[in-house]
């Protein structure tokens, strides 16, 4: 893949595989492609973690159909080797600020959702992650709630780390671009609708009415996390990107 030709995005709008059969197994080493991915991922590259996460749900029905969007992403870094994450701390910005999204039923194969979610410290990404939520939610309301749960707990874990460096939090700010969820999460009456989940939203709701952290709207287009959750046009993915402080980098 050293001559392979570049691409702008390591994953294709909207992706959608099916699991393959014994028959179409292949024999390429894509497992070992995955497991070097993700360790990309979980350090310095947060742009590739959607295509990764998705790519290693097929690690036991593998064919040449999947091992070719794998190596697409080795397509789109060979195009990116002169970026990666820039710390560059916003003293405006607040302390510790969380976007979390979710895309409802985006497997087709199982129809379970993704959870997508950035932690931001002084501004830069200090904290992401991508995973498939365990459940089928049965809303794109429920599966912007189970988002919500899963980034919170994160925003609690992180706000302690940032006590004993010194910092003291007292609410820390939640972006959601999902109204109808954030008006679910602050009016207690609305509970009748969510009544199978009722553990996650009194989780959330709890904390939003002692003031631990507050909901604020961020349209969809100002999403973050949304480039955590599935693939984006070139355009929006990049522009994304840039937010999360995934730039070029001089070479010293």
Known sequence: MADCKPISVPMECRLRLQKGEDSQRTSKPYRELVGCLMYVTLTTRPDLFAAVNYCSQFQSCLTDEHWAHLKRILRYVKGSLDIGLKFQADDEAPVLS???????????????????????????????????????????????????????????????????????????????????????????????????????????????????????????????????????????????????FVTAIEQG
């Open 98 to 244: 969380v976007f979390c999204d979710a895309d409802w039923a985006n497997n087709v194969v199982d129809r379970r959702s993704v959870t997508g979610y950035i932690l931001k410290v002084f501004g830069c990404t200090a904290v992401w992650g991508t995973k498939k939520q365990q459940s089928v939610s049965l809303s794109s309301n429920e599966a912007e709630l189970v988002a919500l749960c899963a980034a919170v707990c994160e925003g609690l874990w992180l706000k302690r780390l940032m006590k004993e460096l010194g910092y003291e939090i007292d609410t820390i700010p939640y972006f959601e671009d999902n109204q109808s969820t954030i008006r679910i999460v602050r009016e207690p009456k609305a509970r009748s609708r969510l009544k199978h989940i009722d553990v996650k939203y009194q989780f959330v709701c709890d904390l939003v009415q002692q003031g631990h952290i507050e909901l604020q709207y961020v349209s969809t287009v100002q999403q973050e996390a949304d480039i955590m959750t599935k693939g984006l046009p070139a355009a929006q993915f990049r522009r994304l990107r840039e937010k999360l």
